[in-house]
């Protein structure tokens, strides 16, 4: 499929993201937003014809967002977390079709709340390297208690820090590097044991 409203990121999103890094580094994690490099090697593992619940975790100026949009089927619902407030009203009003939410911690009960069940698929920008252990450890249980058996949890990070704690998480975890982004990004790509 191809996808045709990703133009490069505007300066009204750059300034954004870098105005909120500047004032929350530990929860934005980067200077400037990911790259279409980048968002098209997140979107690759996901099967967007059986997909039914997105879930995006840290959307931030709404790259991936976008892109979740654009590819997901008509019926399937998207639900987006967002700590930065403006960053998430401002998604709210570009993607009124999707649910968003503040903190990834309560993402099971998030789900449960919506009649959503299950995740078919997470796809997150969160920084984890900036994150105290312990909040790694909540999210990383809510994303496994969320998905669905055989359902695919991606994420980026600068570094290969999480892999350990994925591998520990997952039985299935690939790594591939983005080199085409500032900075170089790794892709994890983690599916859920079916059964």
Not at 43 to 54: E, G, L, R
Not at 77 to 85: D, P, Y
Not at 115 to 137: H, V
Request: hydrophobic content about 45%; aromatic content about 10%.
């Amino acid at each position: 499929m191809m996808i045709d409203c990703h133009q490069p990121v505007g300066l009204k999103e750059r300034l954004m993201f870098f105005y909120n890094f500047l004032q929350a580094p530990g929860q934005v994690g980067s200077i400037t937003p990911s790259s279409h490099a980048l968002a098209k090697q997140m979107m690759k593992p996901v099967d967007w014809k059986k997909a039914h619940t997105i879930v995006e975790l840290g959307a931030g100026t709404g790259i991936f967002t976008k892109w979740i949009d654009e590819l997901k089927q008509p019926d399937a619902t998207l639900v987006s977390f967002e700590k930065e407030t403006n960053m998430r009203n401002r998604l709210e009003l570009l993607f009124p079709g999707a649910l968003f939410h503040e903190d990834a911690v309560e993402l099971v009960s998030v789900l449960a709340d919506a009649g959503l069940g299950k995740a078919d698929a997470i796809i997150s920008g969160l920084p984890f390297a900036n994150f105290p252990q312990a909040l790694r450890d909540q999210i990383m249980e809510q994303v496994y208690a969320a998905l669905k058996p055989g359902g695919v949890f991606v994420a980026f990070q600068y570094s290969l820090q999480m892999k350990k704690q994925l591998q520990a998480v997952f039985s299935e975890v690939s790594v591939k590097l983005v080199p085409f982004n500032l900075p170089p990004a790794f892709v994890y790509v983690c599916r859920k044991e079916i059964g």
